[in-house]
């Protein structure tokens, strides 16, 4: 069975960190690309970072380079994403997808997480 499961979401004051997590299971993690997606309250889901199968590659939106950093542990099948200098545009519900190709797009997602809620406050 498949599971993708986020981790690590909460409430955090402007200009703090929070690192998520993504664990999977039920698939061959190794030959996945690894996306983080977001969606703020009435906004539409947006691409935050992707990251290939072997971690070489990775791509940050232009909102979030300098501040995100995401990583990848093949022996832990985990995903993280470190977000730093949080600001309050980032609040949104962030979901981990997993992907056959790099970069990771929304319309060729093989496995959704269910999301972990960031709230920064002002």
């Known amino acids: 069975q498949v599971q993708v499961m986020e981790s690590g979401g909460g409430l955090v004051q402007a200009g703090g960190s929070l690192r998520l997590s993504c664990v999977v299971s039920?698939?061959?993690?190794?030959?996945?690309?690894i996306g983080w997606f977001r969606q703020a309250p009435g906004k539409e889901r947006e691409g935050v970072s992707c990251?290939?199968?072997?971690?070489?590659?990775?791509n940050y939106a232009d909102s979030v380079k300098g501040r995100f950093t995401i990583s990848r542990d093949n022996a832990k099948n985990t995903v993280y994403l470190q977000m730093n200098s949080l600001k309050p545009e980032d609040t949104a519900v962030y979901y981990c997808?997993?992907?056959?190709?790099?970069?990771?797009?929304?319309?060729?997602?093989?496995?959704w997480g269910k999301g972990t809620l960031v709230t920064v406050s002002s």
């Open positions: 990251i290939s199968s072997s971690g070489g590659s990775t």
């Open positions: 039920g698939f061959i993690f190794d030959y996945y690309a």
């Open positions: 997808a997993a992907g056959r190709y790099f970069p990771v797009v929304a319309g060729e997602i093989s496995y």
